[in-house]
Structures are given as C-alpha cells and as structure tokens.
C-alpha cells in the first residue's frame, strides 16, 4: 500500500529523469512483493493438496470444502476421487472378512504361502489340525517346513510352486489315525494355497462296504455250488423227470451259474479296488498278450461260431501283470462277441490288435474291436460304471453280470494305463486301453 501512495504522489508532480527511474523501482518492488505473496499462496495450497492427496490410501479426505480459489476444480475432484477409494477400501474390507469368515467355517484345512514357501495365512481348523499333530502353531512369515514335518504335504507344496501346477497327495503320517488328501494350487500372483481334506471316515465306510461285499460273495458261493451241483447230477441222471421238471431245473441252473459269476466277479472288484490283487507287473510283448487271450478265448469262438481275428500286433515290451491283461482282454473280446453281432447276422466278428504309440508318451494300444450295432453316445461315458448296462434284457439273457468292464478299467488304471471305448451305431464298437512301455523299450 505504501508502494502505491508513492507511485501515485509521484504521477502528480512534474517528471524528471530521477522521477522517472524512481517510478521504475517503484513498479517493479510492488510486483515483485504481489508476486511473492501470490507464489507463496500458490504453494501452500500445493501443499494442502499433496498432503490431502497422499492421506487418501490410508483415510478419506473432505477437501473440497477448504477455499483454493484457483484450485478448488482441482480440491473437488480428489475429494471426489477420495470418497470413491473410501467406498472401495471399506467393500475389499468386508469382502476381506466374509472370505476369512467363509475360509474359517471350512472342514478341510487351508494354508496359504507366498513364493518362497513362507506361511501367509492359515483357516481355524488347519491350527486346530497343527495342534492335534503336536507340531508348532502357525507362525505366519516363517517357513511351511518349520511348521509341518510331514513329507507328502511338504512335497505337494514344493511341486506346486516350483512346477506351477496343481498337485495332489495322499498322506498318512500327518495326523496318527487319518488319512488326508492334500491338494496345492499355484496362486496367479506366485505363492499357493495348500488345501488338506481329512478322508478318514470316507475310507472307513469304503472298507466297510468292500468288506461286506466280499464276505456275502463268500458266504454265497458254498450254497450257490451246491445248488449247481445238485441241479446238474439231476439233470445228467435222472431219466424220470418230467419236460416241466426239466424247464424249471434248467433255470435253476442257469440263474445260480449266474449268480455263482456274479459272486466271483464282485470278489474280484473289491481286490482290485482295494488294492489287494498282488500283481506281478513284469516286462512282456504286446504281442504275446494278445495271442495268450485270443487262445484262451478260443472255446467261446467254437461255441458261437464266431470270427476272432488278430490285426496289426506290436512286439514292444510292456510293464503289465500278465494274467491280469490277459482277462482284461479276454472280458472285452467276450463282449464282442456277445454284443457285437451285426443285424440280421447270426455271428460276431471280432478283431484285436496291438500298436506302438509315440505321444504323448510311449506306449502300446490295444484295441478289441466288433462290427455289431454299436453303442450310443449317450451310453459311452457310462459303460466302465459298475453294474450299468445298455441293454439290460439283452446282458441278463447272456449272463453277464455289469462288471467286466468296471474291472477291466481298474486293471488298466493300476497298470498305469487308461482305457475307453469309441463307437458308431450300426458300424460297431472299439476298446481301447494302453499300457506303458517297459524301459528297455523306450528307444
């Protein structure tokens, strides 16, 4: 204001050169000082803004009521900005709870670690597990290994996050008396969640159900033998029995003969299920295998008349227990023959093959294939399921019992191959199922 009274005392008087420059100095100091008073203004509202703005992460900020004069557009529009990441962090807050909530109810046991294999995070019930094992409590930041002492699950975790998969193990040495299936899925962002699914009572109750069946097979396969016995000495011997007598003894007959199969059949389902068929995998020729069933096969072929053929067979070796391929491809060149009748044709054509495979790892395929009426597609994916049937009149009238192929598929997966079938209605049917080349024949 001085300035100005100055500047304006000095216009009303006559202008020399010295009142010239001194006007000059004048102008020049009061824009200097507006200049200074403006710039200072400028950066402290720069200030208040970059405070209120970096605050915005941690807490809202309400701005926009403050005077900015030449900011205020800018002062509303973090506020604006502010009250959207208020909104957003107080959702992933309370999504973050409803999971931990959700995770937390969980029965199975969940762990998460980061890329290093350090815990993160763990549910209520993987402490209560940790607790009944007697290892350490969860520590979060320190290492899976300085936790749980298991191997299985510390190899399942080590896979998942070196190989970047999801792998799964089964471990009985967690927790004394339980039987755990452990799951470790790779995270996007690195790191993994292990998961731990007790299946103890799962597994008793399977052995329960194996162990009842077995012991009915047993207990029936005494009388059923008898009643066979006795039903063919009549039938062989006495000359007296009515044409009536012999209808009805003939049925006798044929239901217990079926019912006897049946029994042996669920026998062989629950060692095979419960891993108690002692098998003796050694190196053998496809080839072998393939003439070995088609020679067993040999009194069916007479019986029915039917075409049993051999195509294109393979040499290789491969791991297999040869009794136990051999009936796999004796129970599917059975059915062949049984269901693979073409229409308006009295006899089945069947013909079994074996062939070297390069990819996607070496093995051989073999294949059992007929030329009847095929299989829809409908029934295709159910056909390995225990006792289904496409045509149940049609298997009762033969005498099948609906689990051939069920065995036959545990077989092949022990083997460590798999099976499936492929068909066409009215071109036939194909089985196909692949066992792993021996070492030795890896060149």
């Given amino acids: 204001m001085t300035v100005a009274l100055a500047f304006v005392a000095l216009m009303r008087t006559r202008f020399t050169p010295h009142s010239w420059v001194l006007a000059t100095v004048l102008v020049l100091a009061w824009g200097a000082i507006n200049a200074l008073l ?164 799962i597994e008793q109750v399977e052995r329960t159900q194996r162990d009842f069946v077995a012991n009915v097979s047993h207990e029936l396969r005494t009388p059923l033998t008898s009643i066979t016995g006795y039903v063919e000495t009549l039938l062989d011997h006495e000359q007296s029995l009515s044409p009536v007598a012999r209808e009805f003894l003939g049925t006798i007959l044929k239901n217990a003969t079926r019912m006897n199969r049946l029994t042996e059949d669920l026998l062989v389902m629950t060692r095979v299920e419960s891993s108690g068929q002692q098998l003796n995998i050694v190196p053998v020729a496809a080839s072998l295998l393939v003439r070995d069933s088609v020679q067993a096969m040999s009194g069916l072929v007479q019986d029915t008349n039917a075409s049993l053929e051999t195509g294109e067979l393979a040499d290789d070796l491969v791991l297999a227990d040869p009794d136990a391929i051999v009936q796999v491809l004796s129970n599917l060149i059975e059915n062949a023959i049984k269901y693979g009748k073409p229409r308006n044709q009295q006899h089945a054509r069947v013909v079994v093959s074996a062939r070297r495979l390069a990819e996607p790892e ?34 009762r009238e033969s005498g099948g019992t609906g689990l051939g192929l069920a065995i036959a598929q545990h077989t092949v997966q022990i083997h460590g191959g798999t099976i499936h079938a492929e068909s066409e209605l009215n071109a036939g049917s194909t089985f196909v199922f692949t066992l792993p080349l021996a070492p030795e024949n890896r060149v």
């Fill in 38 to 201: 403006l710039t200072n203004s400028v950066r402290r509202n720069i200030h208040q803004l970059e405070t209120a703005t970096a605050s915005i992460a941690e807490h809202p900020v309400a701005i926009a009521e403050q005077p900015f004069h030449d900011f205020d557009g800018l002062a509303y529009a973090i506020s604006v900005v502010s009250t959207r990441v208020e909104n957003l962090l107080a959702q992933s807050a309370a999504s973050r709870d409803e999971l931990a909530a959700m995770v937390d109810s969980m029965q199975d046991a969940v762990l998460a670690l980061d890329a290093a294999g350090r815990i993160q995070w763990a549910n209520q019930h993987m402490k209560r597990l940790l607790a009944q094992a007697a290892f350490t409590s969860v520590r979060v930041g320190h290492a899976l290994v300085q936790t749980i002492r298991d191997p299985d699950t510390l190899d399942c975790v080590r896979t998942a996050l070196q190989e970047r998969v999801v792998t799964e193990r089964r471990t009985t040495t967690l927790l004394p008396g339980h039987i755990f299936e452990v799951s470790a899925s790779p995270m996007p962002g690195g790191g993994a969640v292990a998961v731990l699914h007790d299946i103890t009572r």
């Fill in 362 to 395: 070496p093995a051989v395929e073999f294949r059992v294939q007929d030329f009847g009426q095929g299989i829809a597609s409908e029934h295709l994916d159910r056909i390995f399921e225990r006792f289904y049937r496409v045509d149940k009149a049609r298997s």
